[in-house]
C-alpha cells in the first residue's frame, strides 16, 4: 500500500515570496490533516478535511494561508506570503477515520520542509 | 483545551538500557493516548496506543499504560537498541485530531 506522498521535500524561499505544498493521501483516506511542526516543537494542526470539506481550520492563518481539497482527494497547502516564523516543517497526514468518531491512526507523509530567509 | 507535556531531551542510553519517557496530559472526556514515532529523515509513525483507562499498549517491545488517576501515559523500554534512538512523540485524541507533545529525543549508543 503506497504511503502519504508529500512534495516537494525541501524548499527555500526569501520572505515575501510564496510556496505550496502538495500532498496525496492513502488512497481512499477521507480525512486529510495539515501539520505545522516547528524545530523543537510538536506538531500543530493548521487545517482538516473531511472528504472535499473543511472541518477544522481554526489554526490556520488564514491572512496568509490557505489550502485546499479539490474533489476530496490530493491536497495543496500556500502560504503566500511567507514569513521568517514560517520556516518548518509541514506535514500531511490522513486518516481512515471520519468526523465524530475516536481518532484512529493517522498517517503521515516524510514532510516538506521549509526554509524563509 | 487539551495538551499533552513530554520530559525534555534528549535522552542518552547505552544500549540494553531501560528506558522511561514520561507524558503527562490535560483533557476534557475520555481521549485516546498514543505515542508516535519520528526516526531520523523519516514521518511520524503510530508505534503504540490505548484507548481507555489501565489500557496497556504494546508495540516493538514498548509499552504505555494509560493511568487516569495520574493522567499519564509513560512510554517504557526494558533493553534499548541503537535502532531505537529515534524523537518520540506522545499525542491525545481530541474530538476529531491529535494534539502532540513537544517531542522526546532518544539517543542510544553502542
Given at each position: 500500500e503506497a504511503g502519504v506522498a508529500q512534495s516537494p521535500r525541501y524548499k527555500i524561499i526569501e520572505k515575501r515570496q510564496s510556496v505550496a505544498f502538495w500532498c496525496n493521501p492513502i488512497s481512499g483516506h477521507a480525512t486529510l490533516y495539515w501539520y505545522q511542526q516547528i524545530l523543537g516543537q510538536g506538531p500543530k494542526l493548521l487545517i482538516q478535511f473531511q472528504n472535499n470539506g473543511v472541518?477544522?481550520?481554526?489554526?490556520?492563518?488564514k491572512d496568509r494561508f490557505s489550502a485546499e481539497r479539490l474533489k476530496g482527494v490530493d491536497s495543496t497547502l500556500k502560504i503566500q506570503?511567507?514569513?521568517?516564523?514560517?520556516?518548518a516543517v509541514y506535514l500531511c497526514a490522513s486518516s481512515a477515520v471520519g468526523t465524530g468518531e475516536s481518532t484512529g491512526e493517522l498517517f503521515f507523509g516524510e514532510g516538506s520542509r521549509l526554509t524563509v530567509l | 483545551g487539551n495538551s499533552v507535556t513530554q520530559m525534555e531531551g534528549p535522552v542518552t542510553l547505552s544500549e540494553e538500557a531501560f528506558l522511561t519517557i514520561n507524558c503527562t496530559y490535560t483533557a476534557t472526556g475520555y481521549p485516546s493516548l498514543f505515542w508516535y514515532v519520528q526516526y531520523p529523515g523519516e514521518g511520524l509513525q503510530l508505534l503504540l496506543k490505548a484507548t481507555k483507562a489501565d489500557d496497556k499498549g504494546s508495540n516493538k517491545g514498548f509499552e504505555a499504560t494509560y493511568r487516569k488517576e495520574t493522567t499519564s501515559f509513560h512510554l517504557e523500554k526494558g533493553s534499548v537498541q541503537v535502532s531505537d534512538s529515534a524523537v518520540y512523540f506522545c499525542a491525545l485524541s481530541g474530538y476529531s485530531t491529535l494534539t502532540f507533545g513537544k517531542g522526546t529525543m532518544l539517543l542510544v549508543s553502542p
Open positions: 472541518v477544522d481550520d481554526s489554526q490556520l492563518p506570503p511567507a514569513k521568517l516564523e514560517d520556516s | -
